[in-house]
Structures are given as structure tokens and as C-alpha cells.
């Protein structure tokens, strides 16, 4: 069975860095043709795709946020790890991990999501 | 930038069919998905490739895609479809829609 489980900083305070962490079971991140992904949602909003790290270490980002991602994985720990730099207020959102694999790819399984606030 | 366009709301009487549309440029030569997400949970897939259920969907639920619409249709509507549902594609990135709130009144 696969599982997604988000981790982060429940508050953080502006111009910081957050990091989030995705804990995958079920799968390995190292597997062919799998991807695990990153999609935030702020309150009452729609959903926002970030980033997605490949089995091959392929990436790809957010057009509109990439200068401020960076996506990487660590195949030991089975963990997909997202970086945003200088948060702002309105990255306030909960942010999912997702898993796809095969092509064309579909985020077929999704965690459930962390909540995280910037505030000062 | 790719932009997918969806109403922002759908209403529906319960046991009637019920229709969401996803409009983008050429949609019809991408694949799409469409995720349901309840209030206070995680989306879930209920249609990928354009028109495949996933396991565990209902097969009132079905999906097309032609020239620039995507369409998720639910029959039988039931009180439990009640949710936001969103289409997905990939341009050169991934692609959400606006999102559609499915009410059944």
C-alpha cells in the first residue's frame, strides 16, 4: 500500500526559509518511473502544483515559483524534501505530496496534507 | 502560461446527471484528470486519461476530452459527490483548474 505523509514547520515567519519533508512508504523513490510531487492549496483556494522529483533525479517546477524551489530526494530515507525561500504571507497553505508513476504520469495517491502559516 | 477554465459552481438535483467542464487551448490533444476533494481532506482521482476510473469510482462517473473541453460527468447524483472537483493537465508543467463546487440540493 503506498502512503504520503507531509512534515514541516507549523509557523514560519516571513523572508524564512521552510522546508517540508515527504515520508513515502509502498514504493521507493528510486523506482522507474515513479515521481513524487508537491501541490499546495491556500485557504478557500484552488489547488497549486509546485514541483515533482523523478526516479533519474529529473525535476521540474512551478513556472511562477521556481527561482524559490528546490526540490530534491534521498533515496535511503525514501524522502522527497521541497525548499521554498523567503516565504511570504501568501505561501499560508497546506501543502501536499503526491506519487505518480508511468506515463503519462497521474497523482494517483496523495498524503494528507500539512498545514503550514506564515506569520510573523 | 497554460490556463484550464471551470466553472465555479455546479448545482444538481439528487439522481440527475450532473456535468463539470474544464476548457483549455487544444485540451483535446493533452490528457486530463479530475481529483474530488471533500472539506478538509485530500483530493482524490476519479478520472485520469482523459476518461479511466480508478479503482473504487463509482462507474456513474465518467470523463471526455475534445477540441478545447474536458468534461466530467456523474450520474445518479448523489448527495456524496458533493465536493470541489478540479481538472488537471500537463503543458510544459502541471496544471490545475480553478476548481468546480458540486452542490446537490
Known amino acids: 500500500q503506498i502512503t504520503l505523509q507531509e512534515s514541516g514547520p507549523t509557523l514560519v515567519k516571513p523572508t524564512q526559509t521552510l522546508t517540508l519533508t515527504c515520508t513515502v512508504s509502498?514504493?521507493?523513490?528510486?523506482?522507474?518511473?515513479?515521481?513524487v510531487h508537491w501541490i499546495r492549496q491556500s485557504p478557500g483556494k484552488a489547488l497549486e502544483w509546485l514541483a515533482v522529483?523523478?526516479?533519474?533525479?529529473?525535476?521540474r517546477y512551478s513556472p511562477s515559483l521556481k527561482t524559490r524551489l528546490t526540490i530534491t530526494k534521498d533515496t535511503f530515507k525514501n524522502q522527497v524534501v521541497l525548499t521554498m525561500t523567503n516565504v511570504d504571507r501568501v505561501d499560508t497553505a497546506t501543502y501536499f505530496c503526491a506519487h505518480s508513476d508511468g506515463v503519462p504520469e497521474t497523482m494517483a495517491v496523495w498524503g494528507r496534507g500539512t498545514t503550514i502559516t506564515v506569520s510573523s | 502560461s497554460y490556463e484550464l477554465t471551470q466553472p465555479v459552481s455546479v448545482s444538481v438535483s439528487p439522481g440527475q446527471t450532473a456535468s463539470i467542464t474544464c476548457s483549455g487551448d487544444k485540451l483535446g490533444d493533452k490528457y486530463v484528470c479530475w481529483f474530488q476533494q471533500k472539506p478538509g481532506q485530500s483530493p482524490v482521482l476519479v478520472m485520469y486519461?482523459?476518461?479511466k476510473r480508478p479503482s473504487g469510482i463509482p462507474e456513474r462517473f465518467s470523463g471526455s476530452n475534445s477540441g478545447n473541453t474536458a468534461t466530467l460527468t456523474i450520474t445518479e447524483t448523489q448527495a456524496a459527490d458533493e465536493a470541489d472537483y478540479y481538472c488537471q493537465a500537463w503543458d510544459s508543467s502541471v496544471v490545475f483548474g480553478g476548481g468546480t463546487k458540486l452542490t446537490v440540493l
Open positions: 509502498g514504493f521507493s523513490v528510486s523506482t522507474r518511473e515513479v515521481g
Open positions: 486519461e482523459d476518461d
Open positions: 522529483i523523478y526516479w533519474n533525479e529529473d525535476k
